[in-house]
Each structure stands twice: as structure tokens, then as C-alpha cells.
């Protein structure tokens, strides 16, 4: 419970276990994805924004809305 939730205890972390072998697979394949994603050109890149979302796109390319419970 420490873990997850926006209270100032929240550790922020989320610990997987038992993953399926294929895993290192595909987290290559998708680092490698979102590598060349956010080398795309911004107009191509903010398709993919959708308002609604708390973020957008990526912490290092712009795009992340702040809400009050952010800003402690």
C-alpha cells in the first residue's frame, strides 16, 4: 500500500515478478520503439497527445501536464 497512491507516503513503485521469459524481448523491442519515437519530428509526435492523459508523450519532450497534487 506504501507504494502506489498520491499521499506524500507513496513511494512511487511498482514491483513485477514472474514475468514470462519472452519480457526482455519485448522491453528491447519497445525501448528501442520509443527511442525512435521521440526523435520523431513534434508535429508527427503530437498525434499522439491526448489531453485527458496526466502525460502525454514523455518527460524529456515536453507534453506533461501538472496537476495540484504534483506540485507538493
Partial sequence: EEAFGSHPQALGIIL??????VYPIYRERLLKLAYKFAHLNEDIRDKYVDPGNLYSYGWLHGKVSVTKTDRR
Fill in 16 to 21: 513485477v515478478k514472474d514475468l514470462p521469459p
